[in-house]
């Protein structure tokens, strides 16, 4: 098959279509909140009556009971569901199983009593961004319309009518990046698209304890964070709330974090599937005994060592590890495939491997030099002299004579083969004589390669090894092992920490279908970043035409020094010579077949987010809103306890909450009160004042002053979705009648043409400030303190021009460029705007025929970096220099634009906030 110079893998399998997210408005597909129920124990010393489970053992109990006088058969006809919720059994085993399992010793800790049960909210997931580096390529090379490379995107092509029906249609399998909380990110995956037992491998690397400042990066550029900074310290609420010792609860709240996404990453497993879990020693007692009750302690599979970057300085004795918890969902139907590695003569598996047989026959013993280089002689081959005897006497005499002399077996030991097979290995000279014992002279050759066991020494770097991307990048070799021992091409992996994206690089290199998610917007710039640029070894595919899921192909091949150096090795033993047996092959999984002339690009992938449909203006507000709003802060959180089936907010996920707009304002106000400090450019500060609410408009929420005495108007947008045009509308014209000097919108995100609306003064004719908010009401009392310039923060729209080039494309279309002149940010205290440079943006994209509905990132730039140095040395002679110094810089390559004429700017902030522009293609 003739391979084009640049590819990627395409997988076969479909997947459900989701919603794009300029379509958020018309989805109205809504899904209650899912309640999931631990499979809780009870205190050594049973106390039925003090004992939050004493309904579901009563319960469990009168299932046996009946079983006793009405027949199994009868009382389990049917599926047998506690009216408690969350629990369901099938047959009396199940029943008898789940009540002796609440009589087991546990591990408890602060809130776990109050939270036996978890409301997730079933949130649907927006596609945002669609990627594809070959689209990019491609697009760049031969300069034509975005609507000729939309395959290499993995669209399904859908009509907007089906794009309404979301959830509904199946179309090409997109690999996965989604900014949200994990919880809620796995929860959709279950219950909206249904990927219960579809997920072949799941990959945590949690943070290892909860002082682990190191997992809280805030810029894309800067990696020193330092514990306990407040200038190092990211306001958004999941990093807080999930990780560091700001937690009101410490440990206890870090526990509870991971029992939750441990329990539906369990629902989302194959009955194969593997889970890992990397933690450090602070915390794995604690872990291990989490996942033995998520799991059941029979389903552990290893408890793996890896030796670290470096060790931790102590004053007592270093720590150069950390490990992997490895469970399986079943262990008698784990998918498990050998990994090995090669042997090294004075190495582990291979110390006894000191002998060298010249080429002339002789052997003798290696000298320290050779074992310590692995340097012989031209022709020479490494054996070690091996024992040909068993344990336990035969039960008469076995002499053997060889060479003249004759070989009795050792007292109580007998030959560990026949004497035909003693004949076979003489004549094959495999043996030697040591003083008067007879030894078999195994090869190093016989089988090159060791399995590889529960502990990593290989897996450290020193610290100029590899360019890091995020402070606590794991290492690419650590999740391959894992991914290699429990999957195989075209299966499915899940890392809810993304973190740079190691297990999506992983995945992407070895041909696994690959989700990952992150609650901070920084994470997953620089796993964008390093997927869209990184190249791949081309495997070789044994069927082509279904893709990975069809395997990789695996040959033998050897070296000029005869070494094993391809996928297939053999295993030649003692009893296969002995027997005259074909040897045994073991199949390396990590040595598939290489295409050297192929340059193997990352395959289409998709940005997606959990944000929910925007406010609409008027839509039946008053059925809506609660028959009285909450007039305090403790009001609204008690309202949204109760709402919770009265488990408290401090220690049950938002799912009540969620969708609930008066609880959501009335936060927002407090916050405000409480942070009142506007972040201007220029560590410049604006404070606003006299914050109150406004309960006789429909569109504005809150009222205050700034720091001149002005009165201000406030709009606060969704609780995880982005402010409409509508919104911005309709708030600019009752601010205007109510004659207020300014508006501020705060909100998590905002649609891109409520943006240019909101900058259109002449239309809105009231100066309009759009505030980015990092959402810490939504952390529900668990910080205690809050950091108010950290909060809110005044972003920019970016600044950049669209103009003809004066040339034409091979078509004769007109060609266009972009110039990204940097972020024009208003400043409401001087109501001017100020601008950054376009080269300090850490990324900026284009799609050069923008829909309105998703963003096709066209073309994407790293300026002032080495993003992109490896495809150029990977591609020299297909494009030219200037095109890769466009890549690292603020003007576009030359672009056809398509029939929408309309070309969106995104630009990446230092943050890795997403800000855009749509610019208009003039006649």
């Not at 290199?509 to 992150?518: E, K, V």
């Not at 829909?851 to 990132?857: E, R, T, W």
């Not at 929408?900 to 749509?918: C, F, P, S």
Request: glycine share 8%.
């Amino acid at each position: 098959m003739a391979n084009p110079t640049t590819t990627n893998y395409t997988h076969t399998q479909e997947a459900t279509q989701r919603p794009d997210v300029g379509l958020q408005d018309q989805f109205s597909a809504k899904r209650p909140a899912k309640t999931y129920r631990y499979d809780s124990s009870l205190d050594p010393a049973l106390s039925w009556d003090e004992n939050r489970d004493r309904e579901l053992a009563e319960w469990l109990i009168g299932l046996v009971q009946r079983c006793a006088t009405e027949g199994e058969a009868a009382v389990f006809a049917q599926p047998q569901a506690w009216l408690g919720g969350g629990v369901q059994v099938q047959s009396l085993k199940a029943a008898a199983d789940l009540l002796k399992n609440l009589s087991k010793p546990f591990l408890n800790w602060a809130g776990k009593a109050e939270r036996h049960q978890i409301a997730v909210p079933t949130v649907p997931l927006f596609v945002h961004e669609r990627h594809s580096p070959k689209a990019i390529l491609d697009g760049i090379k031969h300069r034509k319309a975005k609507g000729t490379t939309l395959d290499m995107f993995g669209d399904g092509g859908l009509d907007v009518t089906d794009k309404l029906d979301a959830y509904e249609h199946k179309g090409p399998w997109q690999n996965r990046m989604i900014l949200g909380d994990s919880l809620q990110v796995m929860n959709s995956l279950l219950e909206f698209e249904g990927l219960g037992g579809q997920v072949q491998m799941v990959y945590m690397d949690p943070p290892y304890g909860v002082k682990f400042g190191s997992n809280f990066q805030p810029f894309v550029r800067k990696r020193d964070v330092t514990h306990g900074g407040d200038s190092d310290m990211t306001r958004e609420p999941e990093m807080v709330k999930a990780y560091r010792d700001t937690w009101e609860l410490g440990l206890h709240s870090y526990l509870t974090y991971l029992r939750d996404r441990l329990t539906l990453a369990k629902e989302l497993l194959h009955e194969s599937g593997s889970v890992f879990v990397q933690i450090s020693e602070e915390n794995i007692h604690h872990v291990r005994e989490l996942l033995d009750e998520v799991f059941g302690h029979q389903n552990l599979a290893g408890q793996i060592t890896f030796k670290k970057t470096g060790g931790q300085s102590s004053s007592l004795i270093p720590s150069i590890g950390d490990y992997l918890l490895w469970y399986a969902k079943d262990k008698g139907k784990l998918k498990y495939r050998q990994n090995f590695y090669r042997k090294e003569p004075g190495e582990e598996g291979a110390k006894q491997y000191n002998w060298v047989e010249l080429a002339d026959g002789s052997r003798r013993s290696m000298t320290s030099e050779e074992v310590e280089s692995g340097n012989i002689p031209v022709g020479a081959r490494i054996f070690q002299p091996y024992p040909l005897v068993s344990m336990g006497a035969a039960p008469k005499e076995q002499p053997f004579e060889w060479n003249g002399r004759t070989f009795y077996p050792s007292p109580n030991r007998h030959w560990s083969v026949t004497l035909d097979g003693l004949k076979r290995l003489a004549e094959t000279d495999r043996l030697m004589a040591q003083g008067n014992t007879l030894r078999f002279i195994n090869y190093l050759s016989d089988y090159p390669v060791s399995p590889i066991t529960n502990i990593w020494t290989d897996t450290q770097t020193s610290g100029f090894a590899s360019d890091k991307l995020y402070v606590v990048q794991t290492l690419p070799l650590v999740i391959q092992r894992c991914m290699l021992m429990c999957t195989d091409p075209g299966d499915l992996v899940l890392d809810p920490t993304c973190g740079s994206g190691t297990t999506a690089y992983v995945a992407e290199q070895w041909g696994r279908r690959w989700i990952t998610c992150d609650t901070s917007r920084v994470p997953l710039a620089l796993a964008r970043q390093r997927l869209l640029t990184a190249t791949f070894p081309y495997y070789e595919l044994k069927n082509p035409q279904v893709g990975p899921v069809g395997g990789f192909e695996y040959k033998r091949r050897q070296n000029r020094k005869g070494e094993e150096v391809g996928g297939l090795v053999p295993h030649i033993t003692l009893k296969s010579i002995a027997n005259d047996e074909a040897p045994a092959t073991e199949v390396l999984v990590d040595r598939p077949e290489v295409n050297s002339g192929v340059v193997r690009v990352a395959g289409p992938f998709v940005v997606e987010a959990t944000i929910a449909p925007a406010q609409v203006v008027n839509d039946e507000p008053a059925a809506a809103a609660p028959a009285a709003a909450p007039q305090s802060l403790d009001d609204a959180i008690g309202a949204a306890d109760a709402a919770n089936g009265g488990l408290p907010l401090a220690v049950a996920e938002p799912a009540a909450r969620y969708g609930d707009p008066a609880t959501h304002i009335e936060r927002m106000t407090q916050v405000l009160r409480q942070s009142k400090t506007l972040r201007l450019p220029g560590n410049r500060e604006l404070v606003l004042a006299d914050i109150r609410s406004m309960t006789d408009s429909d569109v504005l929420h809150a009222e205050g002053t700034d720091g001149e005495g002005n009165r201000i108007a406030v709009v606060f947008g969704p609780e995880d979705g982005a402010i409409s045009s509508d919104v911005v509308f309709e708030a600019a014209r009752e601010a205007y009648f109510l004659k207020f000097p300014s508006l501020y919108f705060f909100g998590f995100a905002i649609q891109a043409k409520a943006r240019e609306l909101l900058e259109d003064r002449a239309k809105l004719r009231v100066p309009c400030t759009y505030v980015t908010v990092t959402p810490d009401v939504a952390m529900s009392d668990l910080l205690k303190t809050s950091r108010a310039s950290e909060i809110f923060s005044v972003t920019g729209l970016p600044d950049a021009v669209l103009r003809k080039t004066g040339k034409k494309n091979d078509e004769g279309a007109t060609l266009y460029e972009v110039e990204l002149f940097g972020l024009d940010i208003f400043n409401p205290a001087t109501m001017e705007q100020e601008a950054i440079e376009g080269q300090n943006m850490p990324a900026w994209m284009l799609d050069t025929d923008y829909d309105g509905l998703s963003f096709y990132a066209t073309q994407v730039f790293f300026p002032k970096t080495a993003a992109w140095d490896n495809l150029q040395k990977s591609l020299k002679a297909e494009f030219d220099p200037s095109v890769w110094a466009h890549l690292a810089g603020t003007v576009s390559e030359p672009f056809a634009v398509g029939p929408r004429q309309r070309v969106a700017v995104k630009v990446i902030d230092e943050r890795g906030n997403e800000l855009m522009r749509v610019l208009e293609v003039k006649a």
